[in-house]
């Protein structure tokens, strides 16, 4: 009946609070979106446009473990505000963003810094330090009805139990709206396309077993242990 020549690859799907399951389409993110991360980046954190990479859609992590990634002698963990695009579109005004937003999720964009700190030197793609396998662990996605307007919130990740990164949601240098407005001028966003919104300071290495427990308020946390 099918006429794939091998078998078709299932698609990845991130639980939803309240039940169901979210298809991803694609995973954008958005480097250096706070101040002070971009500074402890060594870089200086002007309002130059929002710049993007992406990892594979299936790069998601949705259970409790993530596998320490091959190629990598530190690993570092970057907590994120992530976005549901449930709408999509090309061009999308900041005023209309809220609209194409179906929900929002914790991530941790998962990192091998080594990697990332060769391909800058050399001036080569980040693909390979940021979309691996496993590099996108994410929490249930709470859909946005739930949210008035969600824009400020404490962010924080803790590694066994201390305190790593804390910020709030308002330090974004581009907004949620910002950015959609951005990428969307980009590519046309797709629904099932996933946004992780950056990162604030006190990025750090992690090491098989650490546990990491990543909190936004209003969102279930999210837990992984890296194994
Ligand atoms: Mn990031």
Same mark, same amino acid.
């Given at each position: 009946m099918s006429e794939f020549v091998i078998p078709a690859p299932p698609v990845p799907a991130v639980p939803v609070r309240g039940g169901g399951l979210f298809p991803v389409r694609r995973i954008f993110c958005v480097g250096r979106n706070y101040a002070a991360h971009a500074r402890e980046m060594?870089?200086?954190?002007?309002?130059?446009p929002p710049f993007f990479f992406t990892k594979p859609?299936?790069?998601?992590?949705?259970?409790?473990e993530m596998p320490y990634p091959a190629a990598t002698s530190e690993l570092h963990h970057e907590v994120e505000l992530v976005v549901a695009i449930g709408a999509g579109g090309r061009d999308i005004a900041e005023t209309d963003?809220?609209?194409? &937003? %179906?929900g929002y999720a914790i991530g941790i964009d998962m990192t091998r810094r080594d990697l990332q700190a060769e391909a800058k030197k050399l001036g080569r793609p980040w693909d390979m330090a940021k979309g691996f396998d496993h590099s996108a662990p994410i929490g249930e996605i709470v859909p946005?009805?739930?949210?008035?307007?969600?824009?400020?919130g404490h962010i924080l990740l803790n590694v066994n139990g201390a305190e790593r990164q804390e910020g709030d949601?308002?330090?974004? &240098? %581009?907004s949620v709206p910002e950015v959609i407005a951005a990428l969307s001028r980009l590519v046309e966003l797709q629904p099932g396309d996933l946004i992780f919104t950056g990162t604030p300071e006190g990025v750090a290495e992690v090491k098989r077993g650490d546990e990491l427990e990543a909190m936004i308020s209003g969102l279930p946390p999210l837990r992984v242990r890296v194994v």
């Open positions: 060594g870089h200086d954190p002007d309002r130059e859609a299936d790069a998601i992590v949705t259970g409790g963003a809220k609209a194409h &937003i %179906w946005v009805g739930n949210f008035g307007r969600f824009e400020s949601l308002l330090d974004m &240098i %581009w």
